[in-house]
Nanobody, 122 residues
Framework: QVQLVESGGGLVQAGGSLRLSCAAS????????MGWFRQAPGNERDFVAA????????FYANSVKGRFTISRDNAKNTVYLQMNNLKPEDTAVYYC???????????????WGQGTQVTVSS
């Protein structure tokens, strides 16, 4: 079973940047569409971004469009999320998962990794 480990979170000031990584082990993610989700305290886990298995198509939540970029390196079995111009409302725990649905907005794997905390100060 594929296991996903997120990393790269941290504390950053508003306007700053972070790059998150999602490394897979126990199997290849090369043939899965992949995505990022986030969960702020007291909120449900929300879709952030997704990328097709070949990397040719991406989808973004309206709240991050133009600021975040999802990418993948299938040779490294890794998915990335470049986050620029961060805002305090981006503060959340970020998770990756395989995705499905018309705009790849729904998680596919039933289990989640531990996530990585992103905190944006104002």
């Amino acid at each position: 079973q594929v296991q996903l480990v997120e990393s790269g979170g941290g504390l950053v000031q508003a306007g700053g940047s972070l790059r998150l990584s999602c490394a897979a082990s126990g199997g290849t993610i090369s043939y899965y569409h992949m995505g990022w989700f986030r969960q702020a305290p007291g909120n449900e886990r929300d879709f952030v971004a997704a990328i097709t298995w070949g990397g040719d198509t991406t989808f973004y939540a309206n709240s991050v469009k133009g600021r975040f970029t999802i990418s993948r390196d299938n040779a490294k079995n890794t998915v990335y999320l470049q986050m620029n111009n961060l805002k305090p409302e981006d503060t959340a725990v970020y998770y990756c998962n395989a995705v499905q649905g018309p705009k790849l907005e729904f998680p596919r794997f039933g289990s989640w990794g531990q996530g990585t905390q992103v905190t944006v100060s104002s």
